[in-house]
Nanobody, 124 residues
């Protein structure tokens, strides 16, 4: 069974850091394009960061550029989202998703497999 499982969420103070993990089972994650998305209460799900399955190129939403970093550990079949200098507006449920088609995408509808999400709360 193909599955993505996120972990690493929690409560962090403004300015703090967290590392989210997205572990795959049933398939080899490094061949596929992976995206991290987030959804705050009452808001649409939005793209945060992406990594290509072909050349490991990456991209970021403007709101997280310079603060978040996406990376991949092929040996652990896991993609990470390193989040630094966190802000209250980063509070959301964070999801990872896999896209079978070519290239990564910022569009939710273009991803084929989703995890169940992990809650991130940035607050004092």
């Amino acid at each position: 069974q193909l599955q993505l499982v996120e972990s690493g969420g929690g409560l962090v103070q403004p300015g703090g850091s967290l590392r989210l993990s997205c572990a795959a089972s049933g398939f080899t994650l490094n061949y596929y394009n992976i995206g991290w998305f987030r959804q705050a209460p009452g808001k649409e799900r939005e793209g945060v960061s992406y990594i290509s399955g072909s050349d490991d190129s990456t991209d970021y939403a403007d709101s997280v550029k310079g603060r978040f970093t996406i990376s991949r550990d092929n040996g652990k079949n896991t993609v990470y989202l390193h989040m630094n200098k966190m802000k209250p507006e980063d509070t959301a449920v964070y999801y990872c998703a896999a896209r079978w088609g070519p290239g990564y995408s910022a569009y939710v509808d273009e991803y084929d497999l989703w995890g169940r999400g992990t809650q991130v709360t940035v607050s004092t």
